[in-house]
């Protein structure tokens, strides 16, 4: 068998930012107006002045506040839609898959072939996967049905590359029997089972966790870090491939 897991990050500033909701800012505090001043009981008149020049200030401070706190809610709002941009493929991208074989854990990554890009790491893996279909050799991944395998199909689609046919049956409900999701077979037949990480689930196997202090959203920071963070960023793939190929063998893949 093959194990193989993908990580994605978010696409170019300039392809990302025309894709982003339209920002709506807060509503600006208006002129301040003293009718709104509530002075309860009070009789005295310096007292009833002395309050409406106090909320009078506080209304000059949130109009001084305003245009900072517009700032903040935007940058706010493109830090999340940043966040969750690797996990569309009509907002990300894939930066590198990982792939664990009998002899060795192999990744190919973004820049490796920057003339390529993109594009070389999903035809590379439609051709491991042909030969591994050739092969009758089975492709392991964790929640690939949820995530990877559709990840990569609709970047085929939006990059223009071929897909091929058998990679989900006539009604594309089925992966083709050679792509294994360990997640699925973990849930030994209970669709109605809740999802469970590969973190967690090699832990409790007794095949330890992920890379500590590092998740897949990390991953395209890293990557796009320094020489030091990039390394940190592969070993964490790394480990993934290594973790799914070992959970594939505990659960009787082979």
């Known amino acids: 068998m093959i194990a193989f897991d993908i990580e994605t990050g978010p696409l170019p500033d300039e392809q990302l930012r025309p894709l982003c909701p339209g920002f709506v800012p807060p509503p600006h505090p208006g002129e301040f107006d003293p009718a709104t001043v509530k002075c309860g009981n009070l009789k005295d008149a310096a007292k009833i002045q002395e309050k409406i020049e106090a909320a009078k200030q506080a209304h000059q401070d949130l109009v001084n506040a305003f245009n900072r706190q517009v700032e903040e809610a935007r940058t706010a709002q493109w830090a999340e839609f940043l966040d969750k941009a690797p ?4 907002t990300g991208r894939v930066l590198a898959i990982g792939y664990r074989s009998e002899k060795a854990t192999v990744i190919h990554h973004l820049d ?5 890009g993109e ?3 999903v035809m590379r893996f439609w051709h491991r996967y042909r030969k591994s279909k050739a092969d009758r050799r089975p492709l392991v991944g964790h929640n690939i049905a949820g995530f990877d395998i559709p990840f990569l199909v609709r970047r085929s689609w939006l990059l223009d590359i071929e897909i091929p046919d058998s ?3 006539s009604n594309w409900r089925y992966l083709d029997r050679i792509l294994v999701d360990t997640m699925q077979r973990w849930q030994a037949g209970n669709w109605r089972d809740t999802f469970v990480g590969l ?3 090699g832990k409790c196997l ?4 992920k890379t500590e202090g590092v998740d ?3 991953f395209h920071r890293l990557y796009f870090g320094t020489d030091e963070e990039r390394a940190k960023a592969l070993e964490y ?8 190929w070992l959970v594939a063998q505990r659960l009787g893949v082979v």
């Open 87 to 90: 996990l569309s493929a009509l």
């Open 112 to 116: 490796e072939d920057r003339e390529s």
């Open 119 to 121: 594009a070389g790491l």
């Open 167 to 169: 990679v989900f049956d």
């Open 199 to 201: 973190d967690k689930l």
């Open 206 to 209: 007794g095949l330890g966790g």
């Open 216 to 218: 897949g959203g990390d």
């Open 237 to 244: 793939l790394t480990r993934d491939v290594e973790l799914t």
